[in-house]
């Protein structure tokens, strides 16, 4: 039995709540695909205090599974779109696990800290090799709701019985 299905199996869940600024979640961050590369390279350079940092202002949850094969963070922050609730700002999967399986893990600890709000999160299609653009997250449940002026499919998903 593999490392993730043993924690899943004592805990209940696959992932660990973790602070920003984890190196190995910005190891990962940086192999997604809205992982932000600045121009000066402060994400390179070992003096920059926060190069480890992947989360803007705002609430957060960042969580990881114990191996480090996948991140997701939850974010509640004043959305210049006009998105109202809770945003995944990124997930990114390279465990074996079904990402709508980690999807829904996650939501949990969205819905713990913040009752009752909307999810919602932005998938690029021409940034990944789906033919169906956010699909794990339409497995999980979620719903397509719009598409932002740059091109984004806008998911949303709401709490049981709203």
């Not at 696959?14 to 600024?21: E, K, L, N």
């Not at 974010?75 to 990402?99: H, L, M, T, W, Y």
């Not at 699909?135 to 397509?144: E, N, Q």
């Amino acid at each position: 039995m593999d490392l993730l299905t043993r924690w899943h199996e004592t805990f209940g869940t696959f992932w660990i709540p973790i602070r920003d600024g984890d190196p190995q979640a910005t190891a990962l961050y940086r192999r997604h695909y809205s992982c932000h590369a600045y121009r000066d390279g402060r994400r390179d350079n070992p003096h920059y205090p926060n190069r480890h940092l992947i989360v803007g202002p705002g609430e957060r949850i960042m969580l990881v599974t114990v191996d480090y094969s996948a991140l997701f963070v939850w974010r509640k922050f004043q959305d210049a779109s006009g998105q109202q609730g809770v945003n995944n700002a990124v997930f990114r999967n390279e465990s074996p696990i079904r990402s709508s399986t980690l999807i829904l893990d996650a939501e949990s600890f969205a819905w713990s800290r913040w009752p009752g709000e909307r999810l919602y999160t932005y998938v690029n299609p021409r940034a990944i090799r789906s033919s169906n653009p956010g699909y794990c997250f339409l497995a999980a449940g979620w719903r397509r709701c719009g598409i932002t002026r740059n091109g984004l499919h806008i998911l949303e998903k709401f709490p049981r019985g709203e």
